[in-house]
């Protein structure tokens, strides 16, 4: 697109702040407006794969997340004693590394300043209070009280999106599936290279994952009551018992486990949009439109593929609305690949009975995703 675009990003998360580097860099007006006061992330670490890694790369930044994360190339599966049965390599796209293991505040950082440095302003503490799109331009006001007319205005504001409630009302709420995920963060064991997974005739696994040179998480998921919430004397307790089965690498992690406020407890839900993500000039973008489970670790990587289509396609066209519904024909696919083979395998993993469409995907399996994945979206 040789006309810039003045481009208002609701959300400063992975998936938003990649779309302000990508669009900055393009000479685009970008501004972003975040909840929060500051570049940072809740959570403990996440897992970059190739596909991710490979958008790294093409916004400029590949280098500075892997400096403060841990890169790694193997899949090691153990029993529940933590003696590996099966070593998996991990398959790399156009050459970005394998994987990286990153703490969620630190790539926050990354792509904070990588997103001013590129010229996107950063509306800190604010929301989207008024919102009016015209067809020619979206009128919008903020929280702060700031106002502002714009080409597009994009949602990458998570699975409980106000913006997705703007436009849909209560059609595409947050679906609980039944289980949580329980994290924390440990030092790194010394000969732990990559991620390691525990599990076997277990109704769960657990996964100790590196994210820098000092730092590992352990992350397992349960069947929880859509009401529980752990104990915040007995968190680390708590987990513990649900590990029980578990010895080696498991056991000696959960051993280092003292203080329940480590312990990040998060009920795993999904959202389908299914319905068109951009009505006008306003997008649905990431877990927004297409939250999945964490069991394929690709719901970054989704928003950051969204996020670089999306500058790609706003490329291609001087029309907006052409360049959305090529970036959705492009999208919509794969995203739903990635959310529906995720909750067949969380399904499968905790003896929940699946369909017959969920039985043909799982035929695809983890390994099978993972070289489908690597290819060009």
């Known amino acids: 697109m040789a006309t810039p675009l003045r481009v208002l990003v609701h959300g400063g998360g992975i998936g938003g702040l990649t779309l302000a580097v990508a669009l900055a860099r393009r000479g685009h007006s970008v501004e972003v407006a975040e909840l929060r006061e500051q570049f940072d992330a809740l959570g403990v670490g ?107 205005v994009v949602g990458f504001d998570g699975i409980g999106s106000p913006l997705r409630t703007r436009l849909y009302g209560d059609r595409f709420r947050p679906e609980y599936t039944g289980f949580a995920n329980w994290r924390v963060t440990l030092p790194r064991r010394a000969d732990l290279q990559g991620v390691l997974m525990s599990t076997g005739n277990l109704a769960a696994k657990a996964l100790l994952t590196p994210i820098t040179d000092e730092l590992m998480y352990l992350g397992s998921v349960f069947a929880e009551a859509e009401d529980f919430r752990p104990d915040p004397e007995r968190a680390h ?14 056991a000696e992690a959960l051993a280092q486990i003292t203080d329940p406020s480590t312990v990040v407890y998060s009920r795993i839900s999904q959202v389908t949009v299914d319905a068109p993500w951009h009505v006008g000039r306003v997008v649905l973008a990431g877990d927004a439109a297409h939250a999945s489970t964490p069991h394929l670790a690709q719901g970054a990587a989704m928003a950051v593929e969204d996020a670089l289509v999306l500058a790609q396609e706003l490329d291609a066209t001087e029309d907006v609305a052409a360049a959305l519904q090529a970036w959705e024909d492009r999208r919509r696919p794969r995203a739903m690949f990635v959310q529906s083979l995720s909750r067949a395998i969380l399904k499968q993993e905790t003896g929940t009975p699946t369909t017959p469409e969920e039985d043909e995907l799982l035929k695809i399996g983890i390994p099978g995703a993972a070289h489908v994945l690597v290819k060009p979206y």
């Open 237 to 250: 307790e708590q987990l513990t018992e649900r590990l029980a089965d578990f010895s080696g690498p498991v």
């Open 46 to 152: 996440i897992i970059q794969p190739s596909n991710a890694l490979h958008v790294m790369r093409e916004i400029g930044i590949l280098d500075d997340c892997l400096a403060v994360g841990f890169e790694w190339e193997v899949l090691t599966i153990c029993d529940p004693a933590g003696r590996p049965v099966a070593k998996i390599p991990q398959p790399r796209m156009d050459e970005a590394p394998a994987n990286n293991g990153i703490p969620r505040p630190a790539l926050a950082q990354v792509l904070g300043r990588a997103a001013t440095e590129a010229g996107a302003r950063v509306h800190f503490g604010t929301t989207i209070t008024e919102l009016a799109d015209d067809g020619a331009g979206v009128d919008v006001t903020l929280s702060d009280g700031s106002t502002g007319r714009y080409d597009l």
